[in-house]
C-alpha cells in the first residue's frame, strides 16, 4: 500500500497508550467517567493548562464535542461565528444546524476568523430580531489550512467577544499541533485564559480516541453531563478514553507527538519549498497545502495518497498531513521522489 | 476496592482485543470507517447474522446507536412505541425527544413490549393527526429486566409491524447475552431476520467499546453514513472499532464471553435462591434481580457495589450484573457471604 | 347541519370582534407587533392582569403559543411535567417533543396535576444526569376534562415549583371560562402572580383568531421575539390580533362571552342531571362529560353533532361543549330530545 | 402619522375579505381545516392553478409555511438550496436551521438563483457524506428584489432540479405580484407544474391573515398535516382563512388587488426615473429600489416611512413597497416632493 499523507489519524495508537489501556487489567472502575483514570487525567489536564476550576469531559469524538459544547451554550436563536473554512460549516455533514443553530459565515484569512469578521457579523445582524443572535464564535487551532494564530491576534478576537457578550469557542482537534508551533507564541494556559471552552484532540496526535471537552467559563460548566449523555457522547467506559490523557499529560508525550508531526512538516516543506514550489498558506503546523503543476501532482498520486484542496488553472494545491507515527524517511523519499518529478 | 455488581462493564476490555489494536502497529488505514479492518468485521458479522445485504456501521456507543438510527428512521411527526421500562424512554436523558421524536410508552411483562401493547398504542392513535404518528418499535434485547424474547414472541411482534408498517428495532446492547440464553430460542440470524435493525453490543461484552449497528431493511439503510456523520458518530479511528468486531467474530470470542458472564449470573442466582430468595423477574442473562429484606441489602452494601432496583415495604430488589470478567470465586464469596448474612 | 357541541370553535367571531377589525380601514399600522393596537391592547390586559412588568405577546394559535413558550424556557435536556390528560402530551403531534424536549407525565385527578405528581417526577428524576431534568410544569386552565383549579390548589403547585426551581407556565386556552366559573376563586391577577407564563385563549372565546401570550418571570422574557418569530409564530399582521384583544379586554366582552358558554353548559348540566345522569368529572365550565347508556348516545349522535369521550361497559361519556354564540333555545332543544330518548 | 412605503401589510384587509368573514355569521362549521370554506377555497385554487390532484393547506404565516413545509419534505442531512437574499436565509430568525436544516447559499442575480448557482452547490457537496446532501431548492416570486423568473429561467432550474432529484419550491409570499408582473411570462397553472411546492400569499395581497400551501409532487403530500399540527400551524379555525381565500379566487379579486399594486409601483418608478434616477434592480413588481442622493434620502426619510436597502458611498438604494391599498395621489405626492427635492 502507498503511503498516506491524507490525515493525521491513519494510524491506531501510539504503543504508550495502548500499553496504558492493557496495564489497568481486569481491575473495575466506574462508569460514564466517574472513574479514577478520567479523574486523574482531569487533574493533569487543570494543571497543564492551569485552569483548575475548569470541567474536563471526555468524549470519543471532535464532531461530536462540538456539536455538544455549542448545542449546550446557545438558546434557540442563538447562532455561531465561523469562517467559511471553520470545520463545523462544511465538513461535519450540518451537525450544528441539525441541533437547531445557523452558523454566520465570513470568509477569513488563511483560515483565521478576523476581529473584522466578527464585528462585521455583529453590524449586519445588530439586534434584529427576524435574524438569528450571533452568540458564540468558532475557531479552529490550528486551522483547517495549517495556520496558528498568535496570542495578539486570539487575545484581540477574545477581547471583542467579552466586551460583545460572545462565547469564544475552540476546536482543538489539532491544538497540540498548535501550541507546538513556532508560529504560536501561546501556551495551553494561554488558551485556556482566552477561550471560554475548547477540546483537546486525542484522535489527531497519537491516541486510539478520544478528546477533552474543556469549559473554563462557569456559565457553561452548569449541567453539562445531561447534555453529554443525551446527545449520546457519554461512553459507558469513558475510562478507556481517561486512561488515554493520562498517559498523554502524565509526562510530555502529548507534546512530543505533536512536535514530531510538526517536525516532519517543516522538514517536507523545506524539501518541497527547495524544489521552488510555493504554499497556498504558511507553513506553520502539520498541515502544509504545497502547489504543483497538475501534471506533477497526477504523478505523486500515483506514488502517495493525499487529497486536493483547490484547483487553480493548470495547477493543484494538495494538502499534505504528517502525523505522530510519520517517519523521516517516508519524508525523505517524499521529497526525492518529487526531485525526480520536477 | 470492594466488588462491583453494578454493570457489565467495569472492566477494561478482554486481553485478546487489546492485543488485536496492538496488532496493528503503524500500519495506516483508511478514515471514518472505510478501512480494511471494519470491512473484514462487517464481513464477519453479516455471515454470523446470516445477512449478506444487511448494512453494518460501527459506532462508540449504544445510546448513541439509538439515535442515530431511531432519528434516520423516521419523519418529524413519527413516534416511537417502546415499554416503560425501556433504556431509550427512562436512561438516555431525553435523546430521542432531542431529535424530535416522542415515545409512546406500556407497561409491558417482565421488561418486554407485547403484541397487545404495541396494539394498544396503534388504537389510541388511530391515524389521528393531532396525535404523532407511531412508526417504530424499540425493544431491548436482553431487556433492562435481564429478561430474553423467545422466537415465537418476537416472531408475533415482527408479524404484526410487518402488517401494520411499523419498523422494528431491537437495542441489542445485551445480545450476546440473549442469544446465549438458555431461555431463548434464537441465533442472531432469527434477530436478522426479524427485525428491521438492531445493533450488537460490544462495551457491555468485552470490547474495549465500540457497537455494531445492523441495517437489514433496504429502506433504512439509505444514507446513513451522512447520519451517522452529522450526530457525531463516525469515529474518524473507526478502524479502531473495526479490529474490535473482527476479534470478537472472527472466532466465537463474543459468543464466548457473553456466555461466561450469563454462567456467572446462574450461579449467583442458583446461590441466591438455594437461601430462599426470590426473583424479581426471571433469571435468564447475566442480569438478575433478587429481593433480599432490607437488613440484608444494607449489609451486603457494605460488602459489594450494586444498584437497588425497586422498593417494596421492607424489601429491596436489588440489580446483579456480572460480566465477561467475573470470576467464578467472587460469585461463590457473593453466595457465602450473603448465607452467612442470612 | 345538525347542531355541533364539539368544541367552542365553531363559530367565526363575535360581530364586535369584525366590526373593531373592520374599523381600522385602510388606516396603516407597524408590522410584526410593533404597532399601536398591540400595544393598547397588551396595556389593557397588563391592567387587567395587573401585571404591569409582564410582556405580551400575540399569536395565532394555542398549540404555537406553548411550543414557542416552552421551547424558549427550557435548555435542551430540561422536560416539562404534565398531566397525561395535557393537551401538550396526547393532541399536539408531539409539538414540544420535535422541539426536543420530553414530557414526563402522571395521571392527574380530574384533568388535574397536583403537588405530589409534581414530586414524584422530581423524585423519579432526582437529578440523575441519565434522565432529562424536570424543569417545568405545563398545566392547562380550565382542564381538557371542564375542571378548574382553586387558589389553594393553584398556590401549592406555584409554592413547590419556585422551591424546587421549576417554572410553572398555564396552557388558558379556556382561561376565561376557568376565572369565570363558580368552581374558581381566582381572578385574571391572580393567575399572573402564580405562574411564571400564561396565554390567554381569544380562539375559544369568540375571536377570530388569536391568543395573547403573558410572560410574567423576567427570566423568561428574555429576546423572546426571536423565538416567536423563528418558530413561525410573528405574524407580519399581528395588528389584526391586536385589535381583537383591544376590543376584548377594553370592556367586559372577554369575561361577558366566557360567562356566556359558562352559563349555557350549567343549564345544560342541570337539564342532562334532572333526567338522572351522571358526569365523569365535576362540572364547574363549558366542557361537561356526561354518561349515557350506549343506545342513548348513539341516538344522540344522529340529532347532534359532539366527540364520545371515553368508552365504559355499556356506556358511553361524551364531551358537550358550548360556546359564546350557543343558543339558550339550542340547550332546550338537547335536554328535551334527551328527555324523549331516556 | 407618515404614509408608510415599507411593505404591504401595512393596511388591514380588502373591504370584501371582512365582510366574508361577517357573512358567515353565527353559522358552525368543522375545525382545524375540515371545514366547507376550506375545501370550497382549495378547489378554487387548483381549479386557478390547473392542478387538481394538489394539495392545499392555509396556514396564517410566511415563515410558519417555509418552514412546515421544508421540514416536512426533507430528512436530517439533507439541505436547503437558496439564494444569499433569501428570505428565509437572512430574515427568519434561522427557522430552518431551527428544523435541523442547513441552507447553502449563493450570492444570485438580481435575487434570482440561477441553475449555475445550484449546480455550483452540487458540485461543491457531490456526494460527500461529510457534508450536508442538497435536497430542495427555496426561491422567491417575486423576489426579496422585486424581481420576477421568467418561463425559461424558472423552467430551466426544474428540469436540472428533476434531473438530480432536488424539489423545487417557491415562497411566494408575492405570487400575484409576480405573475401579474408584464416581466413574468407565467400563469399560475406554469408555477403548479415547474414547482414541487409553493405557497400563494395572502397577507401581502389584501387577506386579513394567511396563506396557501400547494403541494404538487404527491411524494411531498403524505401526511402533512401531521406537519401541520406538530409546528402548531393548523389552526382551529382554519375556516377563517379559507373564507378569505374562496373571496380572493371566488373571482379575480387576487389578481385584481396584485396588479393594483404593481400598477402604483410602475407609477411611482416612472416618476422617479423621469427625474433622472436610477434603480439597484429591474422594476418589474411592488418592490422597487431606486437610488438616491444620501441627502435626498434622508429628506424622504421625513416625509415618508421606508427602509434603507443598501449603503453606497454617498448613495443609499431605498426599498419602496406599494400595496393593494396604496392611493394613486400617494404616489403623485412622493414624486411631487421629490420633484421638489431634486
Known sequence: MIHSFKNDYSEMAHPNILNALAAVGNKQFEGYGLD????????????????PYSDIHFIAGGTHANLVLISSALRPHEAVIAAKSGHIYMHEAGAIEATGHKICIRDGQNGKLTVADIESVLDEHNGDEHMVKPKLVYLSLSTECGTVYTRAELGAITYFCRKNSLYLYIDGARLGNAVNSSACDMKYSDIASLADAFFIGGTKNGALFGE????????????????LKQRGGMLAKTAAIGVQFKELFSGDLYDKLAKHSNTMAMKLAKGIAGL???FLYP????????????????????????????????????RLLTSWATSESIVERFVADLAALS
Chains 1, 2, 3, 4 share one sequence.
Open 36 to 51: 479514577e483514570h478520567s479523574a486523574t487525567a482531569a487533574l493533569l489536564i487543570q494543571k497543564k493548562i492551569k485552569a
Open 212 to 227: 477533552a471537552i474543556v469549559i473554563c467559563n462557569e456559565e457553561l460548566q452548569n449541567d453539562f453531563r445531561f447534555l
Open 276 to 278: 521552488g514550489y510555493e
Open 283 to 318: 507553513v506553520e503546523t502539520n498541515l502544509i497545502i504545497p502547489i504543483f503543476p497538475d501534471e506533477i501532482a497526477e504523478k505523486l498520486h500515483e506514488l502517495y495518497a493525499f487529497y486536493d484542496f483547490q484547483k487553480f488553472d493548470d495547477k493543484t494545491a494538495v
